[in-house]
């Protein structure tokens, strides 16, 4: 079969207004990312202050979070879907931002959980936004691209919530870690407001129309979709397997190898500055190849990649050398970046422009029940269980996680199963590929 794309310039914008857009729109991934996954570098400290077992933790660090993340996702979408995108998203910024701030005066278990659900309820709105825009200001052949540097925002954000605040929770205590994080954020709200135009949907698309649909129409248009769920299910699961291992990761590190919490952040802070924005900047110049212009070529790479990274994500958790568990994990978390804008731009290019939001809504709803819920809590009450009456140590997280690391095979096969026909679906939902 013949693949062609409509590579266009975009009409009502210029290279530098859509890359400015980009890059805001990054900037505010970054923060979603940080101020989320802070929890998961002072996850120790708040166990110990607050007395609480790992799966009492795995419940407020996750959770919390996801049940208002994943139940406000669906209609913060559907006004994404309907009404002004950049007002939304200015929006759930100062929400998720102002509610970081109160997790850092939290002084009880009640306070810390409220404001943790706080922080769910304005990140559901944040990222269908983002990804509707940036769609709607590059074409389709130059969204996994583009979507790829929008993704570059999870590495960076990682990075400080890990090593930043790390750092910062070993020298002024775990409050001070989301109080640092929660300003910046509503900053940002201000520069979208005055700075960001809100592109009309569909204009660089062949197939558009002005009719909005329902909710019911958009979910009955993705179930016919085969790729679109494969891509979406593929990309759920790698939250669980790669992010899933990641919430337990500094306190696996800390309570393993001897380390306090700013010494654990230093081990993984790096690989996810270093390494994620190394593949997330290698996977956008790759995809913007020709020869990628193909999806199916594009999902089939997710697939290998996964399927290659799951064995040092056994591996870091398994052995009980630091340097051989630091090497791994050096290899394996690269993997988790490299998914994300690829997954992102094709859930976008297998979804009308008027239902690209509530897809968004959907990836992230599957992805965050796997991350956020099942992941954090899985693993904590199993660790649980595996420690018996003497209380979760070292040895019973290791094993709850190495229960949870084969699982990136299973994401691996959904993407392939995706290549079977994703370039059909494609020219179903915008008109060509």
């Known amino acids: 079969m013949t693949i062609t794309a409509k590579i266009e310039d975009e009409p009502e914008s210029g290279i530098f207004q859509r890359w400015y857009v980009l890059i805001i729109m990054m900037f505010a991934y970054t923060i979603n990312i940080a101020d989320r996954y802070v ?97 709607d200001y590059f074409p389709a052949a130059r969204r996994p691209m583009a979507m790829t540097i929008f993704a570059l925002g999870a590495p960076i954000g990682a990075w400080i919530g890990a090593d930043m605040a790390g750092y910062v929770a070993n ?33 660089l698309d062949a197939v558009s129309t002005e009719e909005t649909p329902s909710l019911m129409t958009t979910l009955a248009f993705f179930f016919k979709q085969k790729a679109a769920f494969h891509v979406i299910m593929g990309s759920g699961v790698s939250a669980l397997w790669g992010w899933g291992l990641m919430w337990f990761t500094p306190t696996f590190i800390q309570r393993t190898y001897h380390m306090n919490v700013g010494e654990a952040g230093a081990v993984v802070g790096p690989i996810h500055l270093v390494m994620g924005i190394s593949a997330s900047l290698f996977t956008a110049w790759l995809l913007s190849r020709p020869s990628f212009v193909d999806p199916r070529r594009i999902v089939k790479l997710l697939g290998g990649v996964t399927a290659v990274a799951t064995i040092p994500s056994i591996i870091a958790y398994w052995t009980h050398s630091l340097p051989l568990a630091t090497a791994m994990l050096w290899v394996f978390i690269p993997a988790i970046y490299f998914y994300i804008g690829p997954a992102f731009a094709l859930g976008q290019n297998l979804a009308p422009p008027k239902m690209r939001a509530m897809f968004t809504a ?5 992805a965050n029940v796997f991350n956020l819920i099942i992941a954090p809590q899985g693993v904590g009450w199993l660790s649980d269980y595996f420690a018996g009456p003497a209380g979760a140590d070292a040895a019973s997280l290791r094993s709850a996680l190495l229960v949870l690391a084969p699982t990136g095979f299973w994401a691996a096969w959904h993407y392939w199963m995706a290549a079977r026909t994703i370039v059909e679906d494609q020219k179903t939902a915008i008109g060509y590929v």
């Open 362 to 366: 959907i990836a992230l709803l599957i």
């Open 171 to 203: 020298r002024y205590g775990w409050h001070a870690a989301f109080l640092v994080l929660g300003i910046p954020g509503i900053l940002l709200a201000a520069v979208i407001m005055l700075t960001i135009k809100e592109p009309k949907r569909g204009r």
């Open 39 to 135: 929890m998961s570098t002072v996850l120790e400290p708040i166990r110990l202050e607050l007395k609480l077992t790992d799966g009492g933790v795995a419940f407020l660090t996750g959770v919390s979070l996801a049940l208002f993340y994943v139940t406000m996702g669906i209609p913060l979408s559907w006004i994404a879907d309907r009404y002004n995108r950049r007002n939304l998203l200015a929006i759930s910024i100062t929400v998720w931002s102002a509610m970081t701030t109160l997790c850092g005066l939290s002084t009880s278990y009640m306070q810390l959980l409220l404001a943790r659900i706080g922080v769910g309820i304005g990140e559901a709105g944040g990222t269908p936004s983002c990804n509707a825009i940036v769609s």
